[in-house]
């Protein structure tokens, strides 16, 4: 962590490392709201500390400076990379195959944000037919909860033995369902209609089908591509550090 102390060590250290003035190496070494490029060790074996902030390696001055310290400094290999993170070069985590591409410099909290239509393959009509399903957002999107339900019904229908009901079972999920559906099994919900979920009207069913034609099933609502990024961005976003910190 930055000493409170640093900006008073560092360009004397810093001086003794470039050859330059004290006064110029204070001038390299003020905080301005940069980003600092961290600890390395000087050509002497002594700690050099948060020799360059990053805002000045582009500049006239600075960059022949900045260029003197990787070459000045023992582990100079090791400055690059910590800049680069500090900055968010050198990075390559994307999700640029989920997202249109005026998205893809987003961080995943502002993907969550984002409208429906954000997510690639979805035209920008669909943001006003995800309205009358009150979905705004690509978070409103991951938490809803036909999706939600669609998604469980899939993932147990897999390990469901058909004809196999223990006697005595009280096993259900009918305020999931249409009352004329309780008696069915995981395997036979699958197949029916989106609508055959408790709440989700005819005509929402109808919405949904206008978004994707291809959503006609609770297995097909269950295996939603759309809902499925839009889940996993959510969840990576409540993993995100926006600063690029590790912690």
Same mark, same amino acid.
């Given at each position: ?5 640093? !900006?008073?060590?560092? #360009? ?8 330059? %003035? /004290? ?5 390299? $070494?003020? #905080?301005? %709201? ?16 948060? @020799?360059? !902030? ?35 070069? %050198? ?23 984002? #409208?429906? $239509? ?18 705004? $957002? /690509? ?22 033995? /058909? ?21 069915? $099994?995981?395997?036979? /919900?699958?197949?029916?209609? #989106? ?15 206008? @978004?994707? !034609? ?8 269950? +295996? ?10 959510? +969840? ?12």
């Amino acid at each position: 962590e930055q000493d409170a102390a640093m !900006p008073t060590l560092v #360009p004397l250290r810093l001086a003794t490392v470039l050859g330059v %003035g /004290v006064r110029a190496a204070a001038a390299l $070494s003020r #905080p301005s %709201g940069s980003i600092y490029s961290g600890a390395v060790r000087g050509a002497r074996g002594l700690p050099t500390l948060a @020799i360059v !902030p990053r805002i000045y390696a582009g500049t006239r001055i600075g960059a022949p400076l900045w260029e003197a310290v990787l070459r000045r400094t023992q582990l100079a290999g090791r400055v690059r990379p910590i800049v680069a993170a500090a900055d968010g070069d %050198g990075l390559t985590m994307n999700v640029n195959g989920a997202v249109d591409k005026a998205w893809e410099e987003k961080s995943f909290s502002e993907l969550v944000e984002a #409208p429906p $239509s954000a997510l690639q393959g979805l035209a920008d009509r669909t943001d006003a037919l995800f309205a009358e399903l009150k979905i705004r $957002s /690509v978070g409103d999107l991951a938490k809803w909860q036909y999706y939600a339900w669609a998604r469980a019904i899939v993932t147990l229908a897999e390990r469901e033995a /058909v004809g196999e009901r223990a006697p005595g079972s009280v096993l259900n999920i009918n305020k999931a369902l249409d009352k004329e559906h309780e008696n069915k $099994s995981l395997s036979e /919900v699958l197949a029916l209609s #989106p609508e055959a979920l408790q709440g989700l009207s005819e005509k929402s069913a109808s919405v949904l089908a206008e @978004i994707d !034609p291809r959503v006609t099933s609770i297995e097909r609502l269950g +295996t939603w591509k759309y809902a499925a990024w839009a889940e996993a961005i959510a +969840t990576c976003a409540r993993l995100e550090n926006t600063n690029l910190s590790s912690r």
